[in-house]
Each structure stands twice: as C-alpha cells, then as structure tokens.
C-alpha cells in the first residue's frame, strides 16, 4: 500500500496551473466569443499591446467589470467542481485524488524516490516483522458470535428493508462453509454431492432446495445446518433443526473415525465430519444461550473445548466467555483469560477488553476523578486505567459503541481483528456487561482517551502491540454495510487540497459578488493589482528594448 503522501510546492503548483489553464481558456473563449458582437467584453488587442508599458496600460483600460465578474464567477465555479469531486474522492478513498496523481504520475517524472528500486529494498529486519505482523493482523476472521441469518439478519432485513451483510461477507461465509463442510470424497454419497453444489449457490433459494433434495435421499447433517441457518425464521426452529443435524452428524462422525487411518481419503472425510460436528454444538449452545437457557450453553461450550481441544479455529472460548459474563462467574472468566490471554497467543478486543471490566470491577463502584486527582491513583485503580490502556490500543474503536457515542448495527459475519467490525461485534453483545458492573462505563470515560497519549504518532511503533495495520479501513468498508459510517483510526485530517480548493472556491465567489455590487472600485483595484503584477515584466521589457536595436524590436513585435 502507498504512503500517505504529505504535502509539496510541486503538488501545490500542479494544482495552481491546472486551475489557471481552465481561466486562461475562458478568457480566451470570452475574447474570440466577443469580437462577434458590438456589445463585446474585451475590446482587440494591437498587435504591439504587450510591447510598452502604455500598450499594457491601454489593455488594462479596455477591461469592462463585466469581464472581471466572468472571471472571478467562472474561477469559482471551476474551483467549486474541483472541491465536490475531491471531498467524493477523498470520503470513498480516504485520500485526495490531485496527490495520488502527483504520487504516482509527477514524482517519478520529476526525479522521485521509487520505493521499488533495488536501493530502498533493503529494509531492516524490525520493519520487516512489522510489515509481516500488519499483513497477519488485517487477515479476515470468522465472527465466533456471527447471529443466524434466517432468524436474525433476514427478520432485520424484513423489518427494515435494509441488508445488513455484503457481497464480501457472505462470500467469504460461502468459502467458508466449503471449507469446512464439503472434501474430496462427497462425489461418493449423494447427498453430499447435492450439498457441495448447494453451498457454492449465490441464490438462497437454490441453496434451501438443494438442501431439501438431499434431506430427500436420507439424513444429511450438512443439509440441516444449511435449513437452520437459512430457512428457519426463530431460534427455536434453528435448534430443532441443528439438533436433527447433532444426530446424523455424530453417526456420520463415528463411522468416519473407524476408517481414518484406511487412506489420506477417509482422513479427509473425518476431517470434515469432525469439523461438521462441532459447528452444530456450538451452534446449539449458542441457540440455549440466546432462549436464556445460559448454564446449559456453559456446560455444552466446555465439554466441546474438552472434547476438541485443538480446534481452535472457532474461538469458542470467546462464547464461553460471553455466557459466564452473563452468569457474572467472574471468577471462572477470570480462569479462562489466564489460559488465552497469553503473549503467545493471537489477540482479540474480547479477550483484552474483558481483562479491562474485570479490573474495571475492582474499583470502578468507588472510583471519581475528582478524588483521584487530588489523592492520585491507588495501586488497583492504576492496574484498571492500565488494563483499559491497553484494550484501547489493541481496538481503538470499541469504547465509543460502548459509551454509546455511535449508533451499533448488527454485526457482520466476519471481523477484521482490532478493526471498526471487531468493535461492532464487541460491543454488540458485551455492553450490557459493562453495564452491569457499576462505574465500569465511567471510569472508561475519564481514561480512555489517554491512550493516544501513549502511543507515538505518527504511528511508526507500538506502545504494548505492534503498530496499528494500516488496512483496517479498506477491510471495514468491505466488510460492513453501506449505511453505516466506518470509524477510521487514526483520523484522517482533510487533505490539503481540498481545503485549498473550499479557501480558493470562496475568494473567488467573493470577488464575483463585490465586483458585481461595487463594479468601479474592483475595476480600479484590479487595474492596480494587475499594474503591480506586471511591473517586473514592464521593467524587463524596457531593459531588453533599450538593449536591442529598434529594427529588430519592431520585427519581433509585429511577429
């Protein structure tokens, strides 16, 4: 990805005479235009008007205030256009178009650096971990706390006519389920090759019909999850659904188990069965969870991190971390943060911002930042500002959805890790955790914002992570609906351009209007203004002219 590129006279200067050259092709429009009519602007130059400061004086004598309303009018106007095109650029983008062009095109002509010359690609082995941690980070995640789409986004969809997953999200859910779900082998049951089918169908119907037809031939337990996800309109159709898939899944399982060691085949196929199964448990748990049935969703979430304690690709412990949050089994959330919060694991905003609201809980009830100015911090309450410090620089995003200073949505199906869709996802379903833990929010309040403080800027190291991923925005506009405005970190500040153009758009839209109410004190500036302009010019023009001989002057003049 590009450098953000910082402002120069060259750009500044190419945006200038980009400008200029517009008015410079009206004024001459205007001048050819007028010389067809009595009523003209600009009255013919001499052919010698530029030869003596009398002739340049004469020129400037034969300009009417209805030439300099066109030119400050149409000076703004262009300058207007530029502005609307730039600040569109620049909110699709999030750069400003005219220093892209000067990037990409105007520096390498004008002897610029090339960042892909051999020279600038020896970089040192620090910037190369951070390149590749930046690139590891902005990898797309499944969403351990996705919702169902028949039973939430569809209903959602109903109710408000919008739709709150992409194109990308879902297609990354359909490799997804590819994935997981389908191998090599499906071609030897029929069901299964109806289903491998059905799972790369773009149209929902399709994908629900394929699904009946191979329910059709016998018990298909990717069939079920595909009916539960889609078809079903509640929660409690989903789990009876999942639970028809729990049975035909585990038989499926237990045959598969005895033939794995019978060819790289059969493994295959028990690879596919086993990731089968444990998607529909942890879908059922998440079904008894969301019916209130939360110590049963508890119990189901461990004896599956028992069961398959490799499979990690899930995150089930960042479910099982929701539910004890909503029993307030703080002791064993604290139990199961010990175990991932580790430094060799990857992180995610569930894991540091829990830490934070269990070191929040200690002290936020009695916690006031009056008082803690005059006394300074207590040892706890310094552990809590720290821990909430460090949540806030691994996602920097999330504490203005929990303190509910922007709107949340639904969240998407797939997260980008210390991205604004990680935030959404967060939030969604742990602020009334926060909440619940008296002075929690407050005491996120008064110390969120003295993270920035702690972490240099621009962003060229960390303060306790790796640097903020510069792809995060990119992703997010993916991956998140169109209505929703995406949060960007670090902010971007307007591009100097447009702020050139908005400065630029108003001066002239202000000379067009005086000029047009005060005609002969704008003429008269203007004349003086355009005298001062052209003096050094005047004095150049006598000082050739008293050098030259007047034969050869008067030749080049009639040229």
Sequence with gaps: MLEQP??????????????????????????????????????????????????????????????????TGTSSLISGLILIFEWWYFRKY????????????????????DTSSPNNSNTSNGDADSNR?????CKVWRNPLNLFRGAEYNRYTWVTGREPLTYYDMNLSAQDHQTFFTCDSDHLRPADAIMQKAWRERNPQARISAAHEALELEDCATAYILLAEEEATTIVDAEKLFKQALKAGEGCYRRSQQLQHHGSQYEAQHRRDT?????????????????????????MMRDLMKE???????????????????????ADVQAVLAKYDDISLPKSATICYTAALLKARAVSDKFSPEAASRRGLSTAEMNAVEAIHRAVEFNPHVPRYLLEMKSLILPPEHILKRGDSEAIAYA??????????????????????????????????????YPYPICTETADRELLPMFHEVSVYPKKELPFFILFTAGLCSFTAMLALLTHQFPELMGVFAKAFLSTL????????????????????HQLTRI
Aim: one cysteine or more.
């Design 6 to 71: 910082k402002f120069s006279m060259v750009w500044l200067w190419t945006y200038f005479w980009t400008i200029w050259y517009f008015v410079m092709l009206f004024m001459i429009y205007v001048y050819r235009f007028s010389l067809n009519y009595k009523d003209h602007l600009i009255t013919a130059p001499s052919p010698a008007m530029f030869g003596t400061e009398s002739s340049l004086s004469m020129f400037l004598n034969t300009l009417t205030p209805k030439f300099y309303v066109a030119l």
């Design 534 to 553: 052209f003096a050094p010019l005047n004095f150049i023009m006598e000082k050739v002219e008293s050098i030259l001989p007047s034969s050869l002057w």
């Design 428 to 465: 969604f379903f742990h602020l009334q955790h926060w909440k619940r833990v008296e002075g929690a929010l407050n005491l996120l309040h008064c110390t969120w914002e003295g993270t920035f403080r702690m972490i240099p800027y621009p962003l060229e190291k960390g303060h306790l992570f």
């Design 308 to 330: 398959f304690p490799l499979l990690s690709m899930f995150n089930i412990h960042e479910n099982l971390l929701e539910s004890l949050l909503e029993l307030q089994n703080y």
């Design 94 to 113: 999030g750069t400003s178009f005219i220093e892209q062009v000067s990037v990409s095109h105007l520096r390498p002509l004008l002897g610029g650096v």
């Design 275 to 299: 990731n089968v199964l444990v998607y529909i448990k942890r879908r059922l748990s998440m079904c008894s969870r969301k019916l209130g049935r939360t110590r049963e969703a508890v119990k």
């Design 133 to 137: 941690q930046s690139v590891s980070e």
